[in-house]
């Protein structure tokens, strides 16, 4: 996936924010972790590659009084280009000014600018997550958390359990499944929540797409920097394309049909991005999920160039069909008419509109948590990859309740990485059929 855009300028100026769909808990001042209606907010950001980069100008936007005060990442050469992407995005708008003893770098940099904090970015490798996740609740800390929230299931038990600690203790955690956040999609489950569509019996979702960037192997670099610095394409860190892109399509499945799928069945591999440099991860997927009520999602995601690209949704409910693509979403009776179209196209960013309703909720004494559908969707898009990767049907609680763990604790720049390459530079690839989860 192409890195976010910075310019967001345009975006700040057009349509208001939507306020439907959110789900946000009044209580009283005095309950809250962070008193901080009035107080400037401090913010950090942990992970500063494009994600992340972009999460800052959208949180600096998002309120008049917030302040950039800690910068944290594996590498400081990425701590550093971020920064000065931020300066210059947002140049004559607001002064960024982050004291270089606050750029961190290394493995526990984390929890350095997190400390400095009263509201978090985790944008890291989604490995990494469910720890800074843990540590960022545990300190009373408000979040906002990239998808996917894990790659292995003993991650998602970890933020399911931090997810609760922060429902007690009243803290706004947002997760960057920003179609939640977009007039588009949100006018859609407006029509499902009215009965309009009857009920979803099927579907089609996708992230069919070319592949995304490659970092080569440099001289010197220790196989955990490699790794680190090449992690899209090794399951630890990045899951693999199902789980780290595809999140979003199935998302939008459970969010729409209102329940998790109970088992899924499927096939993949690797036909065209099968390189020393690609790591791991297959470069498709089909999927078949199958949900409680009976409704069945048929799921594909694919990386490899010229082919057809396609990134939308649709799903076939009793008394219409909804679809999605590019800027149009739509609901069409049984007949070909078009029965509700929204154009979203001059809408302010659905990114940027997730960081306005975050610090709009801690200003307001209200609380927004993400955290449950965004570790059930990851979850899902695990799923899918155990399905793929066996050959096997999985159910939910398999899932769910799998002992399967593929990041290591205490990591160090001396550590050896979960996987290895063979004499050949070639890493293990799962094999349909031979391929075990526990």
């Known amino acids: 996936m192409k890195e976010e855009k910075l310019n967001r300028r345009s975006f700040v100026k057009n349509t208001t924010i939507s306020t439907g769909a959110l789900l946000t808990v009044p209580f009283s001042l005095e309950a809250m972790a962070n008193n901080t209606i009035d ?13 992340g980069t972009g999460a800052v100008v959208q949180a600096l936007r998002a309120d ?93 038990r970890r ?32 029509k499902v929540k009215k009965g309009d569509v009857g009920k979803i019996v099927s579907g089609q979702v996708y992230w069919n797409g070319a592949g995304v960037w490659v970092r080569k192997r440099e001289p010197g670099q220790s196989e955990i920097e490699y790794q680190m610095r090449n992690w899209y394409y090794f399951n630890w860190l990045c899951g693999d394309h199902i789980v780290e892109q595809h ?12 329940e998790y799928p109970k088992s899924a069945s499927g096939m993949g591999g690797r036909e065209v991005r099968n390189g020393i440099d690609h790591g791991q991860i297959f470069d498709h997927h089909y999927v078949e999920f199958n949900y409680p009520s009976g409704a069945v999602i048929s799921s594909q995601c694919r990386h490899q160039p010229g082919t057809y690209r396609k990134v939308s949704e649709t799903f076939q409910g009793t008394k219409a069909v909804i679809s999605t693509n590019k800027n149009i979403a739509q609901v069409m009776d049984y007949n070909g008419n078009s029965v509700f179209k929204y154009n979203s196209k001059g809408d302010k960013s659905p990114y940027q509109i997730e960081h306005d ?35 096997k049907e999985i159910t939910w609680e398999q899932a769910m309740n799998s002992t399967d763990f593929l990041v290591p604790e205490n990591l160090d720049w001396n550590s050896a990485p979960p996987v290895s390459p063979d004499q050949n530079g070639r890493y293990p690839i799962p094999v349909p059929g031979r391929y075990k989860i526990n």
């Open 64 to 156: 008049k009084d917030v302040e950039l005060v800690a910068m944290a990442d594996a590498f400081l050469d990425r701590v550093e280009n971020s920064l000065k992407s931020i300066k210059d995005e947002l140049d004559g708008e607001i002064k960024i000014s982050v004291k270089e003893k606050n750029r961190f770098h290394g493995f526990d940099g984390y929890k350095k600018a997190i400390d400095l904090a009263d509201v978090v970015i985790l944008a890291t490798p989604p490995g990494f997550r469910p720890l800074h996740f843990e540590y960022a609740i545990e300190n009373d800390k408000h979040v906002f958390m990239e998808k996917p929230v894990a790659t292995d299931p003993k991650g998602i």
């Open 159 to 190: 933020v399911l359990k931090s997810g609760k600690l922060a429902e007690q203790k009243k803290l706004n955690v947002v997760v960057g499944l920003q179609r939640r956040y977009q007039n588009s999609y949100l006018s859609l489950f407006d």
């Open 39 to 51: 107080k400037k907010l401090k913010l950090a950001v942990v992970g500063c590659g494009g994600r």
């Open 357 to 391: 309703k975050l610090f709009a909720s801690i200003r307001g004494g209200e609380v927004i948590n993400n955290t449950e559908y965004g570790a059930k969707s990851t979850l899902t898009s695990i799923m899918g990859r155990m399905a793929t990767y066996t050959g």
């Open 247 to 258: 999140v979003h399509n199935l998302d939008v499945a459970n969010w729409f049909i209102g």
